[in-house]
C-alpha cells in the first residue's frame, strides 16, 4: 500500500532548492483561495509593492510567472526577442548558456562572448563588444551558481540605458542574499526565483520590468481567443502561458483571464517576501548572509581546502570548495546525506569533477546549519582518508561568529 509521506529532517547546503521558512509553509498550508476573489488580489498587489522594493525599482512593473525561475527567464526573453533580432550574452558560466538555449528557441541571433569560468567579465570588454555588435538586447548573469562568481554591472547598464539597449538579468542566485540595485545598474529586466535566498519552495519566477520594456511588450500585446472583443497583433509573443503581456494585464488591478493562479504558492511567496522587506529587513538579511558566508570560508580554509576561483568577484551565497586529491566527489556527498542528513552540491560540466559548492541561502544560511556542514565535512574527509587539517575547521568559524 501506499503510505503517508513521512520525509527526513535535512540540513540542506547546496545552492537551491534551500530549506523552505517555517513561516513560509505555514502560511501556505492555510485554505485555498480562488484567484479573483478580492482577500487574494490584494495579496498579488502586495507582492508587486514588495517585488519593487526588493529589486530597488520604486517604479517597475513587477509580477511573479507560475514555473520555477527558468520560467521568468524564457518570459523575459521571448517577450523581447522578435525572430532574428541580435542578442549579447557574455558567457563565465553555465547559466549564461541556459540563456543561449532560451535566446535560440526565441528565434534570436546569438553572439555568445566566452571566457573560463575562474572569473567575470571587466565591463569594459562587455561594452566594446556592445559597441561593435550592436545587439538589440544584452542578456547576462549577476551571480553564476555554477563558480560562485557575480559579475559588475552598472558600467554595462548605463551604457545600455544610455544607447537604447535592452539588459536583461538572470538574478536567480543573489536576489534574497546580495543588494540588486535595478535601477541604479540599468537592468530593464530582472529575473529571480523563490527557491534560493527568498526560502519559499520551488515552483515561481519574479520579474521586475523597467519602464521603457514594459512600453515595448505592450506593444506586442495579443488579447486570448474567446474572451471577447479580439484584439489580434501580428508581433505577438510565441508563448501563451509565459506571455509576458498578458501577465502584466493578469496582474494589473484590472484583470484579463489567464492561467489559474497558483493562490497557496502566492501565500507562500507574500510571506517570503514579507520576512524578507520588512520582519527581518533587507540590510539585516545582507549582513547576515555576508557573516555566514566569512564563517564558512574560515572554516573551508582552516582545513586546508582551496576555494575556486577569484576571491575579489565571488558572492557570498555560493562557496566553490576544491576537491582533495584522492577523493572521490560523489563519496562524500553520499555519506554527508546519509551519516549526517547534510546536502551539499557538485557542479556542472568540467567543473563537476573539480569542486564542490556549499549553498548559503535564505533560511539555510543559519549559524547552526553552517557550524553542521563544517564539522560533518571535515568528519567526512577524514574518514575517507583526505590529507586536511583536523579540528580546526569548526573552530575558526565560531571565531568569526564570536
Ligand atoms: C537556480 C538557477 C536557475 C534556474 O532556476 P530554476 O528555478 O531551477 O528554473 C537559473 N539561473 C541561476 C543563476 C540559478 O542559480
Redesign the pocket.
Given at each position: 500500500m501506499f503510505k503517508e509521506i513521512n520525509v527526513p529532517n535535512r540540513t540542506i547546503m547546496t545552492?537551491?532548492p534551500v530549506e523552505a521558512n517555517p513561516v513560509v509553509l505555514r502560511a501556505m498550508s492555510t485554505g485555498t483561495l480562488g484567484q479573483f476573489d478580492p482577500a487574494f488580489t490584494s495579496l498579488m498587489q502586495e507582492i508587486k509593492e514588495m517585488l519593487r522594493i526588493a529589486f530597488n525599482a520604486p517604479n517597475n512593473e513587477c509580477l511573479a510567472v507560475d514555473g520555477?525561475?527558468?520560467s521568468g527567464?524564457e518570459a523575459a526573453l521571448f517577450a523581447m526577442i522578435e525572430p532574428g533580432d541580435k542578442v549579447l550574452i557574455p558567457a563565465y558560466g553555465r547559466?549564461a548558456y541556459?540563456l543561449a538555449e532560451i535566446v535560440e528557441r526565441a528565434g534570436g541571433d546569438i553572439v555568445l562572448m566566452e571566457r573560463d569560468w575562474t572569473g567575470t567579465f571587466e565591463q569594459a570588454e562587455i561594452i566594446e563588444r556592445i559597441k561593435a555588435e550592436q545587439p538589440k538586447i544584452v542578456a547576462m548573469?549577476h551571480?553564476?551558481?555554477a563558480n560562485g562568481q557575480c559579475q559588475q554591472l552598472e558600467e554595462v547598464g548605463a551604457y545600455c540605458q544610455a544607447n537604447g539597449i535592452y539588459l536583461v538579468v538572470?538574478c536567480?542566485?543573489t536576489f534574497g542574499g546580495v543588494d540588486i540595485k535595478q535601477d541604479e545598474w540599468g537592468i530593464d529586466i530582472a529575473i529571480a526565483?523563490t527557491?534560493?535566498c527568498l526560502s519559499v519552495p520551488?515552483g515561481m519566477s519574479l520579474v521586475s520590468i523597467s519602464h521603457r520594456a514594459k512600453a515595448f511588450i505592450e506593444s506586442r500585446f495579443q488579447k486570448e481567443l474567446g474572451l471577447g472583443a479580439d484584439q489580434r497583433n501580428e508581433r505577438f509573443i510565441q508563448s501563451n502561458y509565459l506571455d509576458l503581456s498578458q501577465l502584466m494585464v493578469y496582474w494589473s488591478q484590472n484583470p484579463i483571464n489567464h492561467h489559474t493562479e497558483a493562490t497557496n504558492m502566492i501565500y507562500g511567496l507574500h510571506t517570503g517576501l514579507r520576512l524578507f522587506v520588512q520582519e527581518e529587513g533587507m540590510e539585516k538579511v545582507f549582513q547576515r548572509h555576508q557573516l555566514n558566508n566569512n564563517a564558512l570560508i574560515a572554516g573551508i580554509e582552516a582545513m586546508g581546502l582551496g576555494i575556486y576561483g577569484d576571491r575579489e568577484t565571488a558572492m557570498p551565497t555560493v562557496i566553490p570548495v576544491m576537491i582533495p586529491d584522492g577523493i572521490e566527489p560523489n563519496k562524500v556527498r553520499d555519506i554527508l546525506l546519509e551519516e549526517f542528513s547534510v546536502e551539499i552540491a557538485g557542479s556542472f560540466g568540467d567543473l563537476n569533477k573539480v569542486i564542490w559548492r556549499i549553498g548559503n541561502m535564505g533560511y539555510s544560511s543559519r549559524k547552526q546549519n553552517v557550524l553542521h556542514v563544517l564539522g560533518a565535512l571535515e568528519a567526512t574527509l577524514l574518514y575517507l582518508g583526505a590529507d586536511i587539517q583536523a579540528g580546526k575547521a569548526v573552530q575558526a568559524a565560531l571565531k568569526v561568529y564570536r
Amino acid at each position: 500500500m501506499f503510505k503517508e509521506i513521512n520525509v527526513p529532517n535535512r540540513t540542506i547546503m547546496t545552492p537551491g532548492p534551500v530549506e523552505a521558512n517555517p513561516v513560509v509553509l505555514r502560511a501556505m498550508s492555510t485554505g485555498t483561495l480562488g484567484q479573483f476573489d478580492p482577500a487574494f488580489t490584494s495579496l498579488m498587489q502586495e507582492i508587486k509593492e514588495m517585488l519593487r522594493i526588493a529589486f530597488n525599482a520604486p517604479n517597475n512593473e513587477c509580477l511573479a510567472v507560475d514555473g520555477t525561475s527558468r520560467s521568468g527567464l524564457e518570459a523575459a526573453l521571448f517577450a523581447m526577442i522578435e525572430p532574428g533580432d541580435k542578442v549579447l550574452i557574455p558567457a563565465y558560466g553555465r547559466f549564461a548558456y541556459l540563456l543561449a538555449e532560451i535566446v535560440e528557441r526565441a528565434g534570436g541571433d546569438i553572439v555568445l562572448m566566452e571566457r573560463d569560468w575562474t572569473g567575470t567579465f571587466e565591463q569594459a570588454e562587455i561594452i566594446e563588444r556592445i559597441k561593435a555588435e550592436q545587439p538589440k538586447i544584452v542578456a547576462m548573469v549577476h551571480g553564476e551558481t555554477a563558480n560562485g562568481q557575480c559579475q559588475q554591472l552598472e558600467e554595462v547598464g548605463a551604457y545600455c540605458q544610455a544607447n537604447g539597449i535592452y539588459l536583461v538579468v538572470d538574478c536567480v542566485a543573489t536576489f534574497g542574499g546580495v543588494d540588486i540595485k535595478q535601477d541604479e545598474w540599468g537592468i530593464d529586466i530582472a529575473i529571480a526565483g523563490t527557491q534560493k535566498c527568498l526560502s519559499v519552495p520551488s515552483g515561481m519566477s519574479l520579474v521586475s520590468i523597467s519602464h521603457r520594456a514594459k512600453a515595448f511588450i505592450e506593444s506586442r500585446f495579443q488579447k486570448e481567443l474567446g474572451l471577447g472583443a479580439d484584439q489580434r497583433n501580428e508581433r505577438f509573443i510565441q508563448s501563451n502561458y509565459l506571455d509576458l503581456s498578458q501577465l502584466m494585464v493578469y496582474w494589473s488591478q484590472n484583470p484579463i483571464n489567464h492561467h489559474t493562479e497558483a493562490t497557496n504558492m502566492i501565500y507562500g511567496l507574500h510571506t517570503g517576501l514579507r520576512l524578507f522587506v520588512q520582519e527581518e529587513g533587507m540590510e539585516k538579511v545582507f549582513q547576515r548572509h555576508q557573516l555566514n558566508n566569512n564563517a564558512l570560508i574560515a572554516g573551508i580554509e582552516a582545513m586546508g581546502l582551496g576555494i575556486y576561483g577569484d576571491r575579489e568577484t565571488a558572492m557570498p551565497t555560493v562557496i566553490p570548495v576544491m576537491i582533495p586529491d584522492g577523493i572521490e566527489p560523489n563519496k562524500v556527498r553520499d555519506i554527508l546525506l546519509e551519516e549526517f542528513s547534510v546536502e551539499i552540491a557538485g557542479s556542472f560540466g568540467d567543473l563537476n569533477k573539480v569542486i564542490w559548492r556549499i549553498g548559503n541561502m535564505g533560511y539555510s544560511s543559519r549559524k547552526q546549519n553552517v557550524l553542521h556542514v563544517l564539522g560533518a565535512l571535515e568528519a567526512t574527509l577524514l574518514y575517507l582518508g583526505a590529507d586536511i587539517q583536523a579540528g580546526k575547521a569548526v573552530q575558526a568559524a565560531l571565531k568569526v561568529y564570536r
